[in-house]
């Protein structure tokens, strides 16, 4: 793997340089670095390296490419103590990359360059990890696009079908704008009414197109009781508006312990234990499940109640997206607590109990690893049509995410229709194509309950990408699902590429749920989380 090592190093502000030729190597002890502990004695390579044991701890190289495009770039550490996260920015682009307890060289993506400096920098996103060096390579990936022309269901409704040809013909030719809801006391109905859908079109003039709704009521310790169940009610009516309009009802399920023990769906936070449920509470010793378990009894009790609805939904010619089990690896669910191969295997009973037992055949199914690299908790290509991520991008930073984009690209192997399932500011359209990052969709989280996260993005920028072509809205959609037939075929090839930035976690992230400001709990009051 190596053909030549050149170093130059700048003695004045002590960054590593060299000159890109093929394949080059950064070592992290000659990079500028804050708050790093140097290690002499690296058990991988006999030399040194750099240990982050802080918080704020940075590391910066300087790389010198001869020439601009995508370069490959591995990074090489151990994640002490465990599978440990560590974010790599490349110009202003950032991704993470989960390394487990032993140093060893892991791919963080491609990343675009330009001729001259380029700056690499790496920080902390869970703490305790050692750092040995920095690899690139020219060139980008080699994953082309080979995208079904049909859902994994194959008893797919007609609805469905043609939602999936929708996101499969506009799939890389054009974005579809979204929004998530949180709040459901003012929509009577009406989306165009819902708070969040009409924070989008006050700052852009137009209403997005996708629009995000949530099962967490749908079941739990509290279920029973009427602010939850008319949550739900309110979510429902709400898809249904959505798509008679033309729109697109997209489902998220922030489950609740079904156990019941708490009305949590969180493990842990602020070193409180808020759910203990662990997916192996209903397994046998071998992984099977313990169809004899109350835990069992409830899991299935659960997901026949969100399957219920789905089918009120198919019974009126109603498609859906839906997204479960989102963000399992970064383990503050309780759906993630017990690793990838139980959670696979829950991801695999949701879809297999809805789609096989129930018959819902109006869903379009969503994959949403917590990392890029996720990919001992992927479900399997047969049960799902979309692969999505989260990316939380500091205020008005409009990246393409182009590195986590093709990651995924890279994840599915070209195989599936690639979202943005949650996000804060919108990324600009124009680096969308510019950086080959033309995500199906894209979804803001919520306004309400003190979320704010429309206003992460201008109003000069919400107004620009809204009223490009190139992105779809409410008002394209005017004409509704009824007169769409699609327009690819399904020889066409779909040319799409890459993409990535990132979001920390709590404590230890920033990411999707634990900043989002309120959230109701018990039924009863809003607290701040």
Known sequence: ???????????????????????????????????????????????????????????????????????AVYVCYDGLYGAKVVNIGVNGETTPIQGANKLEELSAGNFIMTKGDNTIVITPNWTWFRIDYIRFEKGGSTVQFD?????????????????????????????????????????????????????????????PALIGFDFMNATGKYESESWYKEYTASCI??????????????????????????????????????????????????????TASSLYANIIKDIDTVADHFLALQNKGIACIFRPLHEASGAWFWWGASGAVPCVKLYQLIFDEMVKVKGVHNVIWVWNPNAVGDSDWNPGESYYDVISIDIYNDDNDHSSNYAAFDKLKTLSGGKKIIALSENGPIPDIDKEFEEEAVWSWWMPWYQTWEGKFVNKT????????????????????????????????????????????????????????????????????????
């Open 1 to 71: 793997m190596k053909r030549y090592l050149l170093f130059l190093f700048l003695s004045v502000c002590g960054m590593a340089s060299a000159y890109a030729q093929n394949d080059v190597k950064l070592e992290a002890e000659s990079a500028a670095y804050t708050n790093c502990k140097l290690v002499e004695d690296n058990k991988y390579s006999g030399g040194k390296a750099l240990e982050l044991t802080e918080s704020n701890a940075k590391i910066t190289f300087t790389y010198t490419a001869s020439e601009a495009g995508k370069y």
């Open 147 to 207: 995208i079904a022309s049909a859902p994994v269901d194959a008893d797919a409704s007609e609805c469905a079908k043609t939602i999936y040809t929708f996101l499969r013909d506009n799939f890389g030719k054009k974005t579809v704008s979204g929004v998530m809801t949180g709040d459901m006391t003012t929509a009577n109905g009406d989306v165009t009414q819902h708070d969040d859908v009409k924070a989008v079109y006050l700052a852009s003039g137009k209403y």
């Open 237 to 290: 009516a709400l898809a249904e508006d959505t798509y008679k309009r033309g729109g697109l009802p997209a489902f998220t399920w922030h489950w609740r312990d079904p156990s019941r023990k708490s009305g949590d769906f969180y493990c842990q936070r602020d070193d409180k234990i808020l759910c203990d449920t662990r997916i192996t509470d209903a397994m046998n010793a071998d992984g099977s499940w313990n």
């Open 458 to 529: 201008s109003n000069a920028v919400w107004t620009k990408c809204m009223s490009d072509e190139r992105v779809i809205t409410l008002e394209d959609r005017s004409a509704g699902w009824g007169t769409y037939t699609g327009v690819r075929s399904p020889a066409d090839n779909i040319n799409v590429s890459q993409s990535q930035a990132l979001y920390n976690l709590q404590g230890r992230r920033i990411s999707s749920e634990p900043s989002k400001g309120l959230y109701i709990k018990d039924g009863r009051k809003v607290v701040k989380k």
